[in-house]
């Protein structure tokens, strides 16, 4: 996983079908990346955040086939 | 996920038989990376999208084994 | 899989349910990165570690859909 | 999807039984990276070709468990 | 795949215990990078090697869930 903080939130009105509901966050890694993480936790801008990619993110949904390769799994105790 | 500005497109008349039609987009992503990826929405130049990466984006075809490693799954709200 | 060191760890009170019970420690990469990976090892801070990434990490758990994208899969001989 | 371009060929003598029989080719990407990609298709050195990464790659190949994470998916008409 | 030499090996005693039984052996790729595959072919300190990474290496091993993100599956003649 890696270890990130919320600076934004992103929408999108136009997309496939099978993206889940929800939050899509911009998350800013501890190297100056970015990355857009679906949120199932409610984090607010500027909390540190714990995040895991590829199909593992994925597979957190029980709906098959979520296209969603990033998660925030935790929020960091600080 | 990561945020992506879509730049052009790329044909390939010569493909292997498993590649789905559609079409296919060259994104520049936030970091100055390039990338191709598959684009289900209609797109275009310009445009500002998200694109989900690896297994989970060939998880989108219903069609098995489709070699796809780069989708576009929204046009991002600007 | 890649050469780490501990160099602490991270809590994480709020946080999805399917995220297993365990330690998850921060590891600094040979070239500077650094991530966080679940250790079912009991690793202290310091040790050099060897990490496995993406859907083989999450694979080590028993329960399905574990959301770990880096697991310590062993602790290297020095 | 990457693009890149085919700047040789590599062989293995001395491999695993799983890997397929098949030509494997050097690629260069765009951003100066390099890869040894399978090529199903009969590329020539010189020509720009489409690259999947990851599992979705081994997908390609009927035979279950072909260990390979790279695969040309289609020559860039130019 | 990338390509890769093989600059040493890495013992591990501290283990999980679904790590296979084999060579984990220290290899440093064309861009300066550094990873750890496992070995299932022999390979010699200085040999050039084919290296798979993801769940593609895991697939390798008959044994299910095996924590291996790496694996040497060619040498490559010179």
């Known amino acids: ?3 990130g903080r ?3 939130r992103v929408w999108s009105t136009k997309h496939v ?3 889940p509901n929800g939050a899509l966050l911009e998350v800013e ?3 100056g ?10 984090c607010a801008e500027g909390e540190a955040v714990l ?3 590829g199909s593992v993110a994925a597979g957190y949904f029980t709906k098959a086939r979520a296209p969603v ?3 925030i799994i ?3 105790d600080e």
Not at 35 to 42: N, R
């Open 29 to 31: 890694t501890e190297d």
């Open 6 to 8: 919320v600076t934004g």
């Open 69 to 71: 390769d990033a998660l």
């Open 74 to 76: 935790g929020s960091i």
């Open 51 to 53: 995040v895991t990619q």
């Open 33 to 42: 990346g970015r990355l857009i993480a679906f949120d199932p936790l409610g």
């Open 1 to 3: 996983m890696i270890r």
């Open 17 to 19: 079908e099978t993206l």
